[in-house]
T-cell receptor, first 116, second 115 residues
Framework: DGGITQSPKYLFRKEGQNVTLSCEQN?????MYWYRQDPGQGLRLIYY???????QKGDIAEGYSVSREKKESFPLTVTSAQKNPTAFYLC???????????????FGPGTRLTVL | AQSVTQPDIHITVSEGASLELRCNYS??????LFWYVQSPGQGLQLLLK??????LVQGIKGFEAEFKRSQSSFNLRKPSVHWSDAAGYFC?????????????FGKGTLLTVNP
């Protein structure tokens, strides 16, 4: 079945440590996204990538880094510079949008990161 | 900049009752509009979307939504709620022009269903 896989589902780290969240998709989508969700909040965009080896900052990129070496994979690193890293992280993918045409985003199951 | 407002943080309804979740957006042109549902601890699932055409759109699980340009609204409705509908509901808007990818979400409405 096609879909988006995020691992692990739960992740615990000590303060000051970097941690990498995995996101893999087999939908053959060109675009991938990372969102952060806090309790009672909507989703906020961290980074997105529309093509391999290219990515752009979203609204809250500070303290995060990404890479896009393969079409299927878009890992997110939460660095020690992120002041409040405890949150629910969602990965999404979509077909690359063309001029005036939007394709909806498909979401993975999420990773809950807790920094102790 | 585009924005989405969901004025109801939490709604409680009885099973079998009708439901309407409100969504207001701010965007200069005709937007692309979406409703997503999120079960606890899970990702988001698309319920329905509006791009153009008929302003009343049908989605999965018996949901529908109506786009009203004059009110900048895209309210979600269901005639009879089931206990399994208890979840978080998020309205989102996307730029309909250019190559702007950006999807802006509201803060969501948490739906509780009483037996």
């Amino acid at each position: 079945d096609g879909g988006i896989t995020q691992s692990p589902k739960y992740l615990f780290r000590k303060e000051g440590q970097n941690v990498t969240l995995s996101c893999e998709q087999n939908l053959n989508h060109d675009a991938m996204y990372w969102y952060r969700q806090d309790p009672g909040q909507g989703l906020r965009l961290i980074y997105y990538s529309q093509i391999v080896n290219d990515f752009q900052k979203g609204d809250i990129a500070e303290g995060y880094s990404v890479s896009r070496e393969k079409k299927e994979s878009f890992p997110l690193t939460v660095t020690s510079a992120q002041k409040n890293p405890t949150a629910f992280y969602l990965c999404a993918s979509s077909i690359v949008m063309e001029q005036g045409f939007y394709n909806e985003q498909f979401f993975g199951p999420g990773t809950r990161l807790t920094v102790l | 900049a585009q924005s989405v407002t969901q004025p109801d943080i939490h709604i409680t309804v009885s099973e079998g009752a009708s439901l309407e979740l409100r969504c207001n957006y701010s965007y200069g042109a005709t937007p692309y509009l979406f409703w997503y549902v999120q079960s606890p601890g899970q990702g988001l699932q698309l319920l329905l979307k509006y791009f153009s055409g008929d302003t009343l759109v049908q989605g999965i699980k018996g949901f529908e939504a109506e786009f009203k340009r004059s009110q900048s609204s895209f309210n979600l409705r269901k005639p009879s709620v089931h206990w399994s509908d208890a979840a978080g509901y998020f309205c989102a808007v996307a730029n309909s022009g250019g190559s702007n990818y950006k999807l802006t979400f509201g803060k969501g409405t948490l739906l509780t269903v009483n037996p």
